[in-house]
């Protein structure tokens, strides 16, 4: 009975659509009219969810942080969000054969750091520190954000620089510059590269456990300021990212009437372990002491990347969709979700969108009854149709219709969400969302239709 009853309805959906096209097609042409009943087969509406919704702050989990495609470094001091400071590992590999002639001796060596995109001011000034690694990176590995990098490192300091981040454009400020860190680097390391045994330097694998890499950590800022660096760090073919370049002479250098500077690079390629180690620091924030916590509700919530804070999304009731009308007693119809849109809207004062841009594109994802996170059906069916991109009036928008059709046919539980920061360990973007308790906040838009039986 069951099943006849869903084709039944089936059926009276289809011949509503055929008569539908049969009286568009021609204005004048009234066949089928007798057999449409005196009121309409479908009612559409729209309704507004607001009290239904509840929105708390809580720690991301861990991220990777393991051959990102943007590598970062600095620290970075908000009264807002607290302290975040972010290390940064590497190896450096040969690109040739490196042959330092006869009788070579190091003059200098240096590590070059480069990058074109600061998050943060760039009037406060970073500490950076570099030593060699002991412990060898592993690129096949997974390496998250609590790794311990200094603990891989040497206890020898082989260099230090104070800098400023500075960022650069051209007239037009069409193209931001690549800006250089040059930090000077202790000479015993040159002499170690460049008096190494050619067995030691015959491939990269073999000079990878003979020379594994250095460890650049960032000195954790007290004073509110700082900033976290975008670093170019791969090298390409159509720029150089970090690298580490000994300037030498040789025997037939010496031997020139005009000698030249010689130098030999290392450089990080997209086949270096290069890793990022990721603390944040809360104390004295304004969310702290509900962080993690469904007690009580803020009428703020804070986002940010590089594992961060995201935001646990309860949605009440949405199980109350499901139609009570029945047919042959035991079949319900259900209402049809035409657009459950999710908007969330950025506090542009509180979240300084001015000097600190929000994230390009948030994630709103599933939770399972395991506190598993998955993305809900509509991202499968179309990205851009699911959305999460940041739009002008800086609102997000999240098309979960499809999701929300799942749980009143009963195919979905309701288990809440999660909304984060999309690129979670390439960007320190972080910003602030207008919660459910503020009257312009979080707010769902579901159109529907009704079928009246």
């Not at 479908?42 to 009290?51: M, P, Y």
């Amino acid at each position: 009975m069951k099943r006849n009853t869903k084709y039944n309805y089936q059926f009276l959906i289809g011949a509503v659509l055929i008569v539908f096209a049969i009286t568009s097609c021609d204005k004048e042409n009234n066949l089928g009219i007798e057999v449409l009943p005196k009121e309409d087969l479908i009612t559409v509406k729209s309704v507004v969810i607001k009290d239904d919704i509840s929105a708390f702050t809580f720690n991301e989990d861990l991220v990777n942080t393991d051959e990102s495609s943007i590598s970062l470094l600095g620290s970075f001091n908000d009264n807002l969000f607290g302290t975040s400071t972010i290390d940064f590992a590497a190896q450096f590999r040969l690109q040739f054969f490196p042959n330092f002639g006869e009788n070579p001796v190091a003059d200098s060596i240096k590590l070059i750091i480069r990058y074109r995109k600061v998050y943060g001011d760039t009037i406060t000034p970073q500490t950076f520190r570099v030593y060699e690694l002991e412990s060898a990176l592993d690129i096949d590995a997974q390496y998250k954000q609590d790794v311990d990098l200094k603990s891989l490192a040497s206890n020898q300091l082989l260099g230090e620089v104070n800098y400023t981040p500075n960022i650069v454009t051209d007239s037009l400020q069409t193209q931001i510059y690549q800006q250089i860190i040059s930090i000077p680097l202790d000479i015993s390391l040159a002499d170690k590269l460049v008096n190494a045994d050619s067995m030691q330097l015959i491939n990269n694998d073999v000079f990878l456990e003979f020379f594994k890499g250095l460890y650049i950590e960032t000195e954790k800022l007290t004073n509110s300021g700082g900033a976290i660096l975008s670093l170019d760090a791969i090298s390409t073919d159509s720029y150089l990212g970090t690298g580490l370049v000994i300037y030498y002479n040789n025997d037939e250098n010496r031997a020139e009437d005009v000698p030249d500077t010689l130098f030999m690079p290392f450089l990080v390629t997209e086949n270096s372990a290069r890793v990022n180690g990721i603390s944040h620091d809360y104390s004295g924030t304004p969310f702290v002491d509900n962080l993690n916590s469904e007690l009580v509700e803020d009428s703020l919530i804070y986002l940010q990347a590089t594992g961060g804070l995201r935001s646990r999304i309860l949605i009440d009731n949405l199980i109350g969709w499901k139609d009570s009308v029945t047919i042959s007693g035991n079949e319900s119809i259900p209402y049809a979700i035409n657009k459950a849109e999710l908007i969330f809207q950025v506090d542009t004062i509180a979240s300084d969108i001015h000097n600190f841009f929000p994230p390009t594109q948030l994630l709103f994802t599933v939770v399972d009854v395991d506190g598993n996170e998955f993305l809900p059906i509509d991202y499968v069916f179309n990205p851009d149709y699911y959305g999460g991109a940041l739009r002008p009036d800086y609102t997000y928008h999240f098309n979960i219709t499809q999701h929300l059709q799942e749980i009143i046919n009963g195919n979905s539980d309701n288990y809440g969400f999660f909304l984060t920061p999309a690129n979670k360990n390439n960007e320190a973007n972080r910003v602030v969302i207008k919660g459910s308790k503020s009257k312009t906040g979080i707010k769902l838009v579901v159109t529907y239709s009704k079928f009246n039986i």
